[in-house]
């Protein structure tokens, strides 16, 4: 890892000779955002979280939380992103607030474990809902090796667009936008229409006996989460995006609104056709409904839906992931070679095709449950250093933020102790306190990589 000094430091107003240019516009930026986090989780998580929280009152109340999470989470980045609308988000922000370690320790995490792992776990859902379309089952062999050979063969696609231009990243990803909420929109309006009225919903009884622990509830919240996490990923980007200070927030703000709204919409609908008991046993929700609904030309709707959302969130997590190893390289935080800027497409086209390289490594070792959980754990330790940053940096005396999180200090305390309940949750969990304990002690290891490398002319 590279020691020299980055070509911009923290607070200068100089610009970088790897600077990139900004092109991303307002809908641009709500399609990086939504077609970021609409990915597997919609139409994957409802069976698992079914399963922990059976009945229709903590089902939805577990979305309801995991919405409120991410909007208070959004409505502090908005102020952050907004004052601060640098390449690499959170890693900016951590530094900024906390110094280079614990900055270094998001990177690390992110090269590690956190990008690789989302990469894997969207592709492979991806992969498996293709050849379900094709008329082969995904769940047995040899299919079930040929869903992780599809996956990379995806991931080598979308990083090869991505080299070749934001432009061309950036129009796949509005037109995936645009089709996977117009596809669950669909869905929800066909349930609402067909279903509801034949079976008067599933609604209860509201809380049936044995339907609902705290720790249930905090294990389920953790796969909500997962369905979630994007609303902050395209403050990674931030340095791409034009009138940054105007458009950061909006985008940041709308963008969670719409997805917040979709998906309760979404999980009322499957109430509206499949019991929880059923909804239990559909690891392909979405699916099973529109079968119940109009028949096979259903699945081959929601297939398609689920393809191109999959589709979609790999190019979003490619068009935004390696910008934080890139802003890492153009800090003296990684590799010097990180953060160079293609000649012709004016791309991180070394930092994307390294992160490309890694989700491939992930998604042909790694199982879609253990992609998860590594991505969600390790997420969230670093949620709360980023978001947590707004204490620190309001005490600035030149920070001027564009807009200003409402409720300061409950917003970002909130998302903060949620955190941290979430983390206590799974320690406490004996089937999670091992995988947890992992996550912990691979984010530990790069304290001794950062003082051996970067941390010693620190």
Request: glycine share 10%; net charge positive.
């Amino acid at each position: 890892m590279a020691t020299s000094p980055p070509s911009v430091r923290s607070g200068s107003p100089a610009a970088s000779p790897s600077e990139l240019p900004r092109q991303l516009g307002l809908w641009s930026a709500i399609a990086v955002l939504v077609g970021t986090t609409i990915g597997s989780g919609i139409f994957r998580s409802p069976a698992g979280i079914a399963d922990k929280l059976p009945g229709p009152l903590p089902l939805m109340a577990v979305w309801a939380t995991g919405g409120l999470f991410a909007l208070c989470g959004a409505l502090t980045l908005a102020e952050l992103a907004g004052a601060m609308p640098r390449t690499g988000g959170y890693f900016v922000y951590i530094r900024e607030a906390w110094g280079r370690l614990p900055a270094f320790l998001y990177g690390w995490a992110e090269f590690t474990l956190i990008r690789a792992a989302a990469l894997g776990g969207i592709s492979l859902t991806f992969a498996q809902y293709a050849l379900r379309a094709l008329g082969f089952d995904p769940a047995v062999a040899p299919y079930d090796a040929y869903a992780h050979y599809l996956a990379a063969g995806a991931l080598i696609l979308m990083a090869t667009i991505n080299v070749v231009g934001l432009k061309w990243g950036s129009l796949v990803q509005n037109v995936t936008t645009v089709a996977k909420y117009g596809g669950l929109v669909i869905i929800v309006l066909l349930a609402f229409s067909l279903g509801l009225p034949k079976t008067g919903g599933y609604f209860t009884p509201a809380v049936p006996p044995g339907s609902f622990s705290v720790s249930a509830f905090g294990l389920a919240l953790v796969s909500v989460l997962w369905a979630f996490d994007g609303w902050g990923d395209l403050a990674k980007v931030s340095g791409e995006v034009a009138d940054p200070r105007r458009t950061l927030p909006k985008a940041i703000v709308l963008g969670t609104l719409a997805i917040i709204a979709i998906y309760l919409l979404a999980n009322l609908a499957y109430l509206s056709v499949l019991s929880v008991e059923e909804m239990r046993r559909a690891p392909l929700v979405a699916a099973d409904v529109a079968q119940r609904l109009i028949g096979p030309v259903g699945v081959t709707l929601v297939s398609l839906t689920v393809l191109i959302s999959t589709f979609g969130s790999v190019n979003g997590s490619l068009l935004t992931g390696p910008r934080i190893f890139f802003a890492m390289a153009d800090d003296g935080l990684f590799f010097r070679q990180v953060a160079s800027v293609h000649p012709k497409f004016q791309t991180p086209y070394i930092a994307i095709i390294m992160t490309g390289a890694l989700g491939v490594a992930f998604v042909l070792l790694r199982s879609f449950e253990q992609l998860a959980d590594i991505f969600v754990t390790a997420s969230l330790v670093f949620y709360i250093l980023s978001i947590g940053a707004i204490f620190k940096l309001r005490r600035r005396p030149d920070w001027n933020p564009p807009v200003r999180t409402p409720l300061y200090p409950l917003v970002p305390a909130l998302f903060c102790l949620a955190v941290l309940f979430l983390l206590g949750n799974a320690l406490m969990d004996p089937a999670q306190r091992v995988p947890t304990l992992g996550v912990f002690g691979v984010i530990l290891l790069g304290v001794p990589v950062f003082y051996l490398t970067v941390g010693r002319k620190g």
